[in-house]
């Protein structure tokens, strides 16, 4: 059986972070792929940013908030469009279980 295990070099020797499943004295060959470290999340946000997938928060314009005359009227445009309530939709979109 084949496993993948992690381990720390230390003093010259090979020490599993888990458990081995191997009898005493058990040869085995030993692939050292050494681990690389992991980007950063900031490494990961401005790569993303630098590829334009990503604007940062500071960098968004600031809009002013909608005025209470707005949200009322969009309110009024969104009832009238909503043919039944949200969750009666759902429930037709799943069908019978």
Known sequence: MSQVITAVYEHGVLHPLTPLHLQEHQRVNVQIIPEQPQETVEQILQWLSSIGRLTHP???AQEAPASETDRVQLSHILGKAARKPLS????EERDEW
């Open 58 to 60: 500071c960098q968004q």
């Open 88 to 91: 009666e939709l759902i429930i």
